[in-house]
C-alpha cells in the first residue's frame, strides 16, 4: 500500500535530458560536417562523422555511469510504510545541505509533494488501521462464540463419557462379583450332607459311586465264594452216588442172605417155615432199600443238575458282576475327572473375568485421568478470552478516538457503525466457563500446572 | 464408610470424583460453588470436603475460610483439587486452613490413599 505515498522518480529524474542532449549534439555534428563534403573526399568526411559519433557515444557513456553512482537530490524512492520514515525521508528531502534547496521553484514542489504524499500516506494506514480493526473484532466476536461453543460441547461430552464408563465399570464390577459368587457357588462347603457346589457334588458322587462299586465288586467276591461252594456241594453228591453204591450192595447182598436163608429154610421142612417168612421179609427188606436208592438217586441227579445249572449261572453273574463293578469304577473315575476339569474351567475362566474387570477398572482410573483435561483446557480456554475481550475494548476505544479524528473514515467501511457498535458490545454474562481475575496469568499457572510443585501434598 | 462434599463447577469432574469415592463406598454429597457447598451442608455434617479452587460465585479459597469459621467444620479434612500449583497459592491454602492439596488431574488411586490417610 505504498503506491500513493511513494515519489514518482520521472518528477525530479535529470536522466531524462542527457540522451536528448547526446542526440541534438550527433545532429549538429553531422549538419556541420555535412559543409565539408564538397571539399573532402567522401571518405574523410566519412570518418571524421563516425570518430566523432564515436567520440561522443564514450562521453555520453562515462556522463551515465556517474549519474548511476551518485543519484541526484531527490530522486530517492520514498518506499517505507512508516509514517516516520516517510517523515524522516522528507525532513532529508528538506534539508538546507541540498544542492536542491537552492533553487526556489523545486523546494517549494518538494514542500507541497511530500505534505500530499504525508496526508494520502497518514489517510491509508488510518484505513489499515481501521479495516484491520474491524476485521479483528469481527474475528474476536466469532472466536469467542466458538470457544464459548467448544467448552460447552467437550464438557457435555465429558459428562457423557464419564457417565459411559461409570456405567462400564459397575456393570464390570457386577459381572465378576457374579463371577465370584458362581464360583464360590461351585467351590462352597456342604450343610447337612446335601452339596452345595459343583465340588462337593463331584465329591460326595465319587464317594457313593465309589462305595456302590465297592458293593458290587463285594457281591461279585461273594458270588465267587458261592460259586466255589458250590462246587463242594457238587463233589459231595457225587459222594453220596458212591454211598448209594455202598447201600445197593448191602441190599444185594442182605437179599442174597435172605435167598440162602429161604433154601435153608425149605430143607429144613416144617421147622424152617418161620425163618422162611424171616427170609421172606428180608428179601423185601433188600428190595425196598433197593427202591429208595434208586429215587435217591434219581433225586440226587435232579440236585446235581440243578446245582450245575447255578453253578453255571454264578459263574457267569459273578464274572458279569466283576466286569460291570470294575466298569462302573472306571467310568466313575472317568465321569469325576471330567468334572474336575469342568470345575477348574469354570474357576479358571471366572478368575479371568475377575483379573479383565481389574484390568477394565484401571483402564476406566486411565480414562478418569485424562478426561479431566478436558477441566483444564476449559480453563485454559476461558483464559484466553478475558485478555482478547480486553483487547477488544481497547480497540474499540481507539478506533472511536481514530473515528473522531476524521469522520469520513467511516464512510469508506462496509456495515459503518454497526460493527463499531457490537465491538462495544460486553459478552453475555456467565458466557465464560471459569472467571479469571487475571486470564493471562492464570493461562500461566494452568499451563505450570503439572510442572509445578508435588501433585499431592498434606500439610 | 464416609460421607464426602465435593464441590467443583466442572460437572464432569463431580462425576469422576463421585465415581472414584463410590467405588470404595463412601456417600458423595455435589456442590458446583463455594455457595451451594454452603447451602447443602446445613443442617448436615460431612467428614471431608474436596473443593475446586477457581469457581464462579465463591471460589474454593473462601469457602475454605467460611467452613473453617463454622464450628462443625473447624477440624473437618478439606482438600483443595485444583489445577492451580503455584507455592503461593499453596500458601493462601494453607494458611485458610486446607489439610491437604491435589493437583489435578487426580489419578484415581492416588485421590483414594490420600482420603484413607486424611479420613483415619
Known amino acids: ?459 | 464408610m464416609a460421607t464426602i462434599l465435593t464441590v467443583d463447577d466442572t460437572a464432569s469432574m463431580r462425576q469422576m470424583i463421585s465415581f472414584t469415592l463410590h467405588s470404595v463406598g463412601h456417600e458423595v454429597i455435589q456442590a458446583s460453588d463455594g455457595q451451594e457447598a454452603l447451602k447443602v451442608i446445613e443442617g448436615k455434617k460431612v467428614d471431608l470436603v474436596i473443593a475446586d479452587i477457581n469457581m464462579p460465585n465463591m471460589d474454593g479459597i473462601t469457602l475454605l475460610k467460611s467452613l473453617r469459621a463454622l464450628a462443625d467444620y473447624k477440624f473437618t479434612p478439606i482438600l483443595m483439587l485444583t489445577t492451580e500449583s503455584q507455592e503461593a497459592k499453596r500458601q493462601q491454602g494453607k494458611v485458610a486452613g486446607a489439610t491437604g492439596w491435589i493437583v489435578k488431574p487426580f489419578n484415581p488411586e492416588q485421590l483414594l490413599t490420600v482420603v484413607k490417610k486424611v479420613l483415619g
Open chain 1, 1 to 459: 500500500m505504498n503506491g500513493p505515498l511513494s515519489f514518482n522518480p520521472s518528477v525530479l529524474s535529470h536522466t531524462a535530458s542527457w540522451p536528448r542532449w547526446w542526440l541534438w549534439a550527433v545532429v549538429g555534428m553531422m549538419v556541420s560536417l555535412s559543409w565539408t563534403v564538397p571539399f573532402i573526399p567522401w571518405w574523410a568526411g566519412l570518418g571524421s562523422g563516425l570518430c566523432a559519433v564515436l567520440t561522443l557515444t564514450i562521453l555520453a557513456f562515462y556522463a551515465r555511469r556517474q549519474h548511476e553512482e551518485r543519484p541526484l537530490e531527490g530522486e530517492e524512492v520514498l518506499g517505507g510504510h512508516d509514517a516516520k520514515q516517510v517523515l524522516d525521508q522528507v525532513d532529508a528531502l528538506m534539508s538546507p545541505s541540498k544542492d536542491i534547496e537552492q533553487i526556489p521553484q523545486v523546494d517549494e514542489v518538494l514542500q507541497n509533494m511530500a505534505a500530499d504524499n504525508q496526508r494520502r500516506r497518514l489517510e491509508d494506514l488510518m484505513r489499515r488501521w481501521v479495516d484491520v480493526a474491524q476485521r479483528y473484532s469481527e474475528a474476536a466476536l466469532v472466536l469467542r462464540k466458538d470457544i464459548y461453543s467448544v467448552i460447552k460441547q467437550t464438557e457435555q461430552a465429558a459428562n457423557t463419557i464419564a457417565s459411559s464408563f461409570e456405567a462400564v465399570i459397575n456393570k464390570a464390577t457386577i459381572q465378576a462379583r457374579q463371577a465370584m459368587e458362581l464360583l464360590e457357588g461351585t467351590q462352597g462347603a456342604t450343610s447337612d450332607g446335601v452339596p452345595q457346589s459343583l465340588k462337593d457334588f463331584i465329591q460326595v458322587s465319587d464317594e457313593r459311586l465309589n462305595k456302590m462299586a465297592d458293593e458290587v465288586v463285594r457281591v461279585a467276591d461273594l458270588s465267587v465264594n458261592m460259586v466255589r461252594e458250590l462246587d463242594g456241594v457238587q463233589s459231595r453228591t457225587q459222594a453220596i452216588d458212591g454211598f448209594l453204591l455202598d447201600v445197593e450192595k448191602l441190599a444185594d447182598q442182605t437179599s442174597l442172605l435172605a435167598l440162602n436163608a429161604d433154601i435153608e429154610a425149605a430143607r429144613v421142612g416144617e421147622h424152617g417155615r418161620g425163618f422162611s417168612v424171616v427170609a421172606s421179609e428180608v428179601r423185601r427188606l433188600s428190595k425196598r432199600s433197593h427202591e429208595f436208592s434208586d429215587r435217591i438217586r434219581v433225586h440226587l441227579k435232579e440236585v446235581r443238575t440243578g446245582l450245575s445249572k447255578t453253578y453255571g449261572n454264578m459263574r457267569m453273574l459273578s464274572a458279569a458282576d466283576m466286569e460291570h463293578a470294575l466298569q462302573i469304577k472306571e467310568d466313575v473315575v472317568s465321569l469325576t475327572r471330567s468334572l474336575e476339569d469342568k470345575n477348574r474351567e469354570v474357576a479358571e475362566t471366572v478368575s479371568c473375568i475377575n483379573e479383565i474387570s481389574k484390568e477394565i477398572a484401571q483402564d476406566v482410573r486411565n480414562v478418569v485421568v485424562s478426561l479431566q483435561f478436558h477441566d483444564i483446557t476449559s480453563q485454559k480456554l476461558s483464559g484466553m478470552l478475558e485478555p482478547m475481550d480486553d483487547l477488544r475494548r481497547s480497540l474499540y476505544h481507539l478506533m472511536q478516538e481514530t473515528i473522531n479524528l476524521d469522520k469520513s473514515l467511516l464512510k469508506n467501511l462496509p456495515n459503518n457503525e454497526r460493527w463499531l457498535s457490537r465491538m462495544r458490545d460486553e459478552p453475555a454474562p456467565g458466557s465464560a466457563a471459569k472467571p479469571m481475575k487475571n486470564a493471562v496469568q492464570e493461562a500461566r499457572t494452568i499451563h505450570q500446572a503439572t510442572d509445578n510443585g508435588p501433585a499431592v501434598e498434606l500439610f
